[in-house]
């Protein structure tokens, strides 16, 4: 049997993985560990799978960020697409617990049928593709093993290795959390960059941002006038009060990503999060070359900012509810030390009702939206908590419920109040 240097060296570490299923997103996931040895008493780890079916799961492991994060992406729509429509899919982490970087994100498959469609697709990516395989078993003590697959030089596939399933502890950072820093947000202009250089030759509309954001303007830390960041949800009233704030305060109006990014922003939207989220936080950066040049002759009001790139990829990035975000005062909500620096930035919030209202108002359809809404639920919860997190400038929330002119004078009041206007 022949296995490349790469996968030697991972299959030596493999045992120290424990595993996270998520079955429903709403729960905490399953998790389990391996044991080379059975334990003398046997504890049923998957209690919603039936003994007979047959489960499966595999994990991307590429070392390289982008290569595993394109590959992953397309990954759920191959199995959706090819295997039997019985087959149930399940998001799946392979992670050394509480270790950064070091989450195999993957999918845990249930498959009632006794299709061969499963397993010949399976070890077509073994074969091919950067993914470890691997089938499991229940014995008639209800006991699991785990069977990693490799393949031999001859192109056979075989269960190589046999492990013992044990529940695990919930570890103390929630797996999704683990591989943050530079693959959902960055704290640097150059690992930003860096992923949309490395994109080039695939996705060529990188180029055309790329040659944008090296003629930005240069930005400053210090600003003579004041810079002010109005974030929120979709709805919450930040173009409406950001229009206000102009005329009354005589300021300019930015907004990130700016207008010169639009032709480009449903194309990188498209992209899996690593891209997608290099993209807006490029976009922050030439906003800041635009507020340090306009911050010389006027106050500036910015409509969302990095706040709201960090909120939207941890909250998109980290897995079911809001008590699996990393806690407050972690790394991933400081602020990056290269980014200009509002003078204050407000949060508007507003009850998921109005909300849908104004949604409402602004001529989006009420079924979609409710329907949105009720399953975005925990996702709006985690970007608001999100919001609140993030150190670095004065985070001050504004109710933004009363009528437009009560809510524009209540931010008139605090930015008077806050930065001398
Ligand atoms: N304070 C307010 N009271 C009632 N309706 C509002 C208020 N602020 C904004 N709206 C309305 O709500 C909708 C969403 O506001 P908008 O400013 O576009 O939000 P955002 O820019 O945050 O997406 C618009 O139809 C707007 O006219
Ligand atoms: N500075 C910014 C602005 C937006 N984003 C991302 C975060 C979300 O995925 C979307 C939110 O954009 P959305 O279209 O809802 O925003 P508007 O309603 O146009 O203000 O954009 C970002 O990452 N960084």
Redesign the pocket.
């Known amino acids: 049997m022949k296995m490349t240097r790469r996968m030697m060296s991972r299959l030596g570490q493999w045992s120290s993985y424990a595993f996270a299923v998520e079955f429903d997103t709403k729960s905490d996931p399953i998790y389990f560990s391996l044991n080379a040895k059975k334990s003398k008493e046997v504890q049923q780890v998957f209690k919603n799978v039936d003994a007979n079916e047959r489960c499966y799961s595999l994990h991307v492991y590429s070392d390289d960020n982008f290569q595993r994060a394109r590959f992953f992406g397309g990954l759920k729509n191959k199995l959706l697409k090819e295997l039997p429509s019985e087959c149930k899919v399940a998001e799946m982490s392979a992670f050394q617990p509480n270790v950064r970087d070091s989450v195999m994100r993957g999918y845990f498959l249930k498959d009632t049928t006794k299709s061969s469609v499963t397993e010949r697709l399976l070890g077509e990516l073994l074969r091919n593709d950067p993914v470890y395989v691997c089938s499991y078993l229940c014995g008639e003590d209800s006991g699991w093993t785990q069977h990693l697959w490799s393949h031999t030089e001859d192109g056979r596939v075989e269960a190589s290795e046999t492990y013992y399933v044990e529940p695990a502890e919930k570890p103390e950072h929630h797996p999704s959390t683990l591989n943050i820093i530079n693959s959902d947000v960055f704290y640097s202009f150059d690992d930003a960059y860096k992923v949309l250089k490395q994109c080039r030759d695939i996705i060529p509309e990188s180029k055309d941002v790329l040659d944008l954001v090296d003629q930005r303007l240069e930005s400053k830390e210090e600003t003579a006038f004041p810079v002010i960041v109005i974030e929120?949800?979709?709805?919450?009233?930040?173009?409406?009060?950001?229009?206000s704030l102009k005329e009354a305060l005589g300021a300019t109006l930015l907004r990130s990503p700016p207008q010169c990014l639009s032709p480009w922003r449903a194309r990188f939207d498209a992209e899996p999060p690593v891209i997608r989220r290099a993209f807006y936080a490029l976009g922050n950066y030439l906003t800041a070359g635009q507020i340090s040049h306009e911050a010389r002759r006027a106050p500036v009001i910015v409509?969302r900012y990095w706040h709201s790139t960090a909120a939207y990829a941890i909250a998109t990035a980290v897995g079911g509810k809001v008590r699996n975000l990393p806690q407050a005062g972690s790394k991933v909500y400081v602020w990056p030390g290269d980014l200009l620096m509002p003078s204050l930035v407000l949060l508007?919030q507003l009850n998921p009702q109005?909300r849908v209202r104004?949604?409402q108002?602004?001529g989006q359809d009420k079924t979609t939206e409710e329907e949105e809404l009720e399953a975005n639920s925990l996702f709006r919860q985690k970007v608001e908590e999100t919001f609140q997190r993030i150190q670095g400038p004065a985070c001050i929330t504004v109710d933004?419920?009363?009528?437009?002119?009560?809510?524009l004078r209540q931010v008139l009041l605090l930015i008077r109040d806050k930065c001398h206007l």
């Open positions: 929120g949800l979709d709805a919450t009233g930040k173009t409406t009060l950001t229009e409509d508007l109005e104004r949604l108002v602004r933004a419920s009363p009528s437009a002119d009560q809510v």
